[in-house]
Structures are given as C-alpha cells and as structure tokens.
C-alpha cells in the first residue's frame, strides 16, 4: 500500500497500523485474511514479475497507480528460502490449498522429510490461525 516496489525488511509502526486498520474484527475471518493475504503475495504480488492483471486489489495498489516505480535505494539481497521454515510451511499449505476437503497428516508429512522442522512449521501455523487441526486428527484451511 506504501507504493515502494521493495519495501524495508522490517515493518514499521505505521505498517502495523494500516495492517490492522484493514483486518476484519471476527477471529475466523481473520485468519481467512491472513491466508488469503499470504496467497496473494505468493502467487499474484510477486517481487519477479508481479501479476497487476489477475489482482483483486489493484484498484488500490498505490504502486501500480503511481507507474510502477523501479525501486531507488541500495540493490536487495534475495533471502535464502530452500530449506527454511518459511518453505516447509509454503509446501504444507500447499497441499491444503490443493486439496478438495480436510487432508490427514500422512498427507502433510511426505512433503518435508525433517520431521522436527515439519511439526515446527505446522504447529507455527495453527498458532497463527492459518491452519485448522480438526477434532479426527485431520487439517484444513480456515473457513
């Protein structure tokens, strides 16, 4: 929203703020946003090759409106994702958001072979409301 093509890595107060201002109130709703939000950014609003055509929000995309600026400060490094967290839970969701229904851990656990780092990563996203254990053992999406 800021219309920085890269943004600093760590957020600001005011980030925060506008974060949170755009949060829908019901908990459930919540954690579909917060989904929905990381879907987006993952799979429409990439740092590459951004796909403005196929996004929801782009009538609200400052930076987008503003011409699509190149960015003026000092060149990024890209961080290391293969083998993080953060890619153990991209693949875990992954196979949620493939899935027609509710998938049992069987399903989870062929995706990464670290089993401590998996069982990590899972519990991150039920903690962050971005997963839903069901009472029969099996996960989903929220919602």
């Not at 796909?51 to 990024?76: E, F, I, K």
Request: charge should be neutral; aromatic fraction near 4%; glycine fraction near 10%.
């Amino acid at each position: 929203m800021s219309g920085e093509e890269y943004p600093p890595k760590s957020q600001t107060k005011a980030e925060v703020r506008l974060a949170e201002s755009l949060l829908p109130a019901a908990a459930p709703t919540a954690a579909r946003w917060a989904v929905a939000v990381m879907e987006l950014g993952a799979l429409v609003c990439t740092a590459r090759s951004p796909r403005c055509a196929d996004c929801p929000v782009l009538d609200g995309c400052r930076w987008h409106r503003d011409g699509r600026p190149a960015h003026a400060g000092p060149p990024r490094r890209g961080q290391t994702y293969a083998g993080t967290d953060r890619q153990c839970r991209g693949r875990l969701l992954a196979v949620l958001r493939d899935a027609e229904g509710p998938v049992g851990k069987p399903a989870l656990d062929v995706v990464w072979s670290d089993a401590v780092q998996r069982e990590r990563a899972l519990d991150a996203l039920v903690a962050d409301g971005l997963v839903d254990p069901l009472d029969d053992g099996r996960y989903a999406l929220p919602g």
